[in-house]
């Protein structure tokens, strides 16, 4: 029943920004974990970031230094700052919640997001 809403998806060339946000239909401090993941065509979906409700952040290593995620509480949003973005970068973002507090893949959210679409092309 939860509902997760990502916007801030658009098209950029490479080196710029976008900041993307995933609003929650309920506290976000209901969440012990959220993160983000991406998909690209043909591509697996994978595990882009992720914030515990403590603070605590994880980021995959194609991403480091570049994307930085953080939480407005009293928006119950999560956002994802996206700087320095490369073609590679490219994929639709979803927004994920867990209950629990230790996450080990995907399988360890419970709910989703439709997503949103970032392309990084020149």
């Known amino acids: 029943q939860v509902q997760l809403a990502e916007s801030g998806g658009g098209s950029v060339q490479p080196g710029g920004s976008l900041r993307l946000s995933c609003a929650a239909s309920e506290s976000i401090s209901s969440f012990n974990a959220m993160g983000w993941y991406r998909q ?18 994880n980021y995959a290593d194609s991403v480091k230094g570049r994307f ?13 700052q996206m700087n320095s973005l490369k073609p590679e970068d490219t994929a639709v973002y979803y927004c994920a919640a867990a209950y629990r507090y ?12 439709q997503g949103t679409q970032v392309t990084v092309s020149s």
């Open 102 to 113: 230790y996450i080990t893949g995907a399988s360890s959210y419970d709910y989703w997001g």
């Open 40 to 57: 690209a065509p043909g591509a697996e979906r994978e595990s882009v970031a992720a914030i515990t409700s403590g603070g605590n952040t």
């Open 68 to 80: 930085t995620i953080s939480r407005e509480m009293a928006k119950n949003t999560v956002h994802l």
